[in-house]
């Protein structure tokens, strides 16, 4: 008889905790700040909303009613990706609730949504219907993971551009002494054309040997067609230290 008692007396606590636990899955609704949001979402502040059902499932482990309505504020907001995981986050707290199916459909709404925002609109409304709007979004989201990484990559492999840098205004409005053998001061030295210059003599002035043509010519394109071509008299050029 003891024992029949304390089998009774347990399968009661037991009952018992199961409906505290139910009961505390829908005490979000009765939160201050899942009423104010109510509020403000009637006023049409939907951001001020948004705020306060986030506010709640940061308070509460179990907000089933506050992931649904957040997901719905991000749905209105046009932000599918996070209102899936609030819609997603509110099935696997109620999956057998009477809300479980429509909010099924809520997610595929906000995936359709998803996809609409993509680059190119890849798949118009009429023809989502006819694939897997699941596998696309995940499909999709891999391939942008993937050149995230790719992006990344890149940049860490990227060296900065080398620029050509003279040795202050002055120096590039200055005429230069051909006779002065060039310094050290910068990457780049000013060069003014003179009568009877080719790329040739001007190496040889400025480096006392002419095996500096090429370089010349490459730093001056902008200003040259070939290295036969110099502009004419009274341009400055550059030349490469």
Do not use: W
Not at 15 to 34: I, K, M, Q
Not at 48 to 71: F, M, N, Q, T
Not at 138 to 143: D, G, I, K, V, Y
Not at 212 to 222: E, G, L
Request: aromatic letters at 6%.
């Amino acid at each position: 008889m003891a024992r029949v008692a304390f089998v009774f007396l347990v399968l009661l606590l037991a009952g018992c905790d199961d409906n505290s636990r139910a009961d505390s899955r829908t005490l979000d609704v009765e939160d201050p700040e899942f009423r104010q949001g109510q509020s403000f979402h009637k006023q049409g502040e939907t951001r001020k909303a948004l705020e306060c059902y986030l506010k709640v499932i940061d308070k509460r482990k179990e907000a089933a009613e506050s992931h649904l309505e957040a997901g719905r504020m991000y749905l209105e907001l046009q932000d599918p990706l996070p209102a899936i995981y609030h819609f997603n986050q509110f099935i696997r707290m109620k999956p057998a609730s009477d809300q479980a199916s429509m909010v099924r459909g809520m997610v595929r709404t906000a995936e359709k949504q998803f996809m609409q925002q993509l680059p190119g609109r890849p798949m118009e409304p009429d023809a989502v219907g006819s694939v897997d709007a699941t596998t696309q979004l995940r499909r999709l989201q891999a391939e942008n993971d993937k050149l995230k990484r790719e992006i990344t990559e890149l940049s860490r492999n990227q060296r900065p551009a080398e620029t050509k840098t003279v040795a202050g205004p002055a120096a590039v409005n200055a005429i230069p002494d051909p006779s002065v053998a060039p310094t050290k001061s910068g990457r780049f030295r000013p060069y003014t054309i003179a009568k009877g210059d080719t790329l040739s003599t001007i190496s040889r002035k400025m480096f006392k040997d002419g095996d500096h043509v090429q370089a010349i010519f490459n730093a001056n394109r902008d200003k040259m067609s070939s290295p036969n071509m110099l502009p004419k008299i009274g341009t400055v050029i550059l030349i490469p230290e």
